[in-house]
């Protein structure tokens, strides 16, 4: 989704926060929005969202679809694809269509996966289509306790 | 009717030549119209309130980003179509209209194409192309929802039109292009982070009252009130505008 992309290319972003800036409030945007800095408050926006590995936001985030590889200590909404790099670091639920979480990422929280779209898909597949919901993950103490 | 507004500095001796030039040229391509001279005495606000009584076509400034942007400043809410004949150096404004000297000014001028473009507005002063601060203790409140404060030094720029060749921003989108750049020290080079955020209005204050500049020109006191002005501005641009 986002591996084409570099962090100075500003052409389909909307919105750059670099790793020297804070911001402060409720960020919300149409556009992709890449975060490099700190961000303190809720992150919203209809298009991408890439979060860098030196990022770190404290405040619930929703997107189309996110790119994590820095901190995010609140909840987590996508509305299609979210891919978790090894750096990532969740502490929060997410909400989300589809998810790749690579070896070494951190998430700490419940994992809600869209009800309907799964089980339209298990019916097209058969019976082992999709295996697991992540739905009925570990919940958030557990999964902490597990990475402690 | 044109009304050609030549800036106080061309009346230097060394311009005399290009100045006659120029006269001449409008007059072969028949766009001559009334010539006014900026002087100690005229400023050029007051030369074009009151050539704007008269309701003309056009305004056209002949000298540099400067005069440009005191003319934009000066027509109010008239709707005259603005053009430009750069002469001598600052006239990167005219670059990115598509005019690179006097020559192919006036053959713009002839075409007559014309574009509408954002201004920028900080308080009550437009600018075209862009505003600057250094970002030393200056904070960002965009659209009363978040704030940013850079942490390090470097600059803020606020961009309209972007007269580099990089070209990111565009002057009929009713936004803004926040550049934030922040200089780091390294061991051998240092490095820049840059952040960039599109908006239409923000307060911007300076803790250190450092000033605002605005086209490179003009300097204003913080904390501003930045907005835009949609499409306000009618300019006459060449066919190698960069927007």
């Known amino acids: ?38 961000i303190k408050g809720n992150v919203s926006t209809n298009g991408n969202l890439k979060v860098g590995d030196k990022a770190k936001i404290t405040a ?66 058969g019976k082992g289509g999709v295996e697991e919901s992540l739905g009925e993950n570990k919940s958030a103490d557990e999964a902490e306790d597990n990475f402690d | 009717m044109h009304i050609y507004i030549f800036d106080q500095y061309l009346n230097q001796k060394k311009y005399e030549r290009i100045v006659a030039k120029i006269e001449t040229r409008l007059t072969d391509l028949g766009l001559n119209g009334k010539n006014c001279h900026v002087g100690p005495l005229k400023s050029l606000r007051s030369i074009v309130v009151e050539e704007l009584r008269n309701t003309p076509k056009t305004i056209v400034a002949v000298g540099n980003n400067g005069t440009l942007n005191q003319v934009i400043n000066s027509i109010g809410e008239s709707d005259a179509v603005v053009g430009i004949i750069p002469v001598g150096g600052n006239n990167s404004i005219a670059e990115s209209f598509g005019i690179k000297d006097e020559d192919q000014a006036c053959n713009v001028l002839s075409a007559r194409l014309m574009e509408k473009i954002d201004l920028g507005k900080i308080n009550n002063q437009y600018f075209l192309s862009n505003a600057r601060i250094s970002n030393k203790e200056t904070i960002l ?35 803004l292009e926040i550049f934030i750049t922040v200089t780091k020290k390294g061991m051998i080079t240092n490095e820049i982070d840059r952040s960039f955020i599109q908006t239409d209005r923000a307060i911007i204050n300076n803790l250190l009252h450092e000033n605002f500049i605005i086209d490179d020109l003009i300097e204003i006191k913080t904390p501003v009130e930045i907005g835009v002005s949609k499409n306000k501005l009618k300019v006459i641009v060449g066919k190698e505008r960069r927007f």
């Open chain 2, 141 to 175: 409140e965009i659209k009363g929802k978040y704030t940013v404060e850079p942490t390090g030094p470097g600059q803020v720029e606020v961009i309209n039109l972007n007269t580099k060749n990089n070209n990111t921003s565009n002057p009929n989108d009713g936004q």
């Open chain 1, 1 to 38: 989704m986002f591996k084409s992309e570099k962090t100075n290319d500003f052409r389909d972003a909307e919105t750059v926060i670099g790793p020297s800036v804070k911001v402060e409030g409720d960020f919300s945007g149409q556009g992709n929005l890449i975060v490099d800095g700190v």
């Open chain 1, 60 to 125: 619930s985030v929703s997107a189309a679809n996110a790119l994590i590889s820095g901190e995010v200590r609140g909840n987590i909404i996508i509305q299609e694809d979210l891919e978790l790099t090894a750096t990532a670091k969740v502490f929060g639920d997410v909400q989300t269509k589809s998810i790749c979480i690579a070896r070494g990422a951190i998430l700490s929280g419940k994992c809600t996966m869209d009800q309907k779209n799964l089980k339209a898909e298990n019916g097209k597949k």
